[in-house]
């Protein structure tokens, strides 16, 4: 295993590792909303571990790696790599459908949203039958 890899598989770990912690201690608290970020963070990694394993170029992921170690955000000759493109590309495929209308939910608590207000409006009510029940 490469050091580039050594490293972003660290960094997954790690931030598992304080994510489970923080979700805890959020639970016992209460603190609901932040809890839909956490999850978020964690969706992250998911996302990106499977994208990952989707490529079949080592070059490619090396330099994917490269990028992550650098600091840098991913791209591909010239063009950036972004979540959605990478949930949209991968999740589907891994049978992860789901992923995607949670990752939704989970970045309206990142970002200024109703769902803040969680006691009064419940967040889960946007995903469709269909996406709760997908499988692929």
């Known amino acids: ?10 960094a997954v770990l790690k931030r598992k590792e304080e994510n489970k912690k923080a979700f805890s201690w959020l ?12 999850l ?3 969706l992250d990694s998911l996302i990106r571990v499977a994208y990952l394993n989707s490529i079949n170029d080592i ?20 063009q950036l790599i972004t979540d959605r493109a990478m949930l949209n590309n991968v999740m589907w495929n ?3 459908g789901w992923a ?4 939704d939910i989970c970045c ?22 269909l996406e709760r029940s997908s499988r692929s």
Do not use: V
């Open 1 to 10: 295993m490469c050091d580039n890899e050594n490293i972003f598989i660290n």
């Open 27 to 38: 639970m016992e608290e209460k603190l609901y909303s932040l809890i839909g970020s956490i």
């Open 40 to 42: 978020r963070l964690e």
């Open 59 to 78: 070059n490619q992921m090396e330099c994917l790696l490269a990028q992550f170690n650098a600091g840098k955000r991913w791209k591909n000759e010239k």
């Open 94 to 96: 891994l049978g992860l």
């Open 100 to 103: 995607q209308p949670i990752y």
């Open 108 to 129: 309206a608590f990142i970002h200024h949203s109703p769902y803040h207000d969680w006691g009064e409006i419940e967040p889960t009510r946007a995903i469709s039958d």
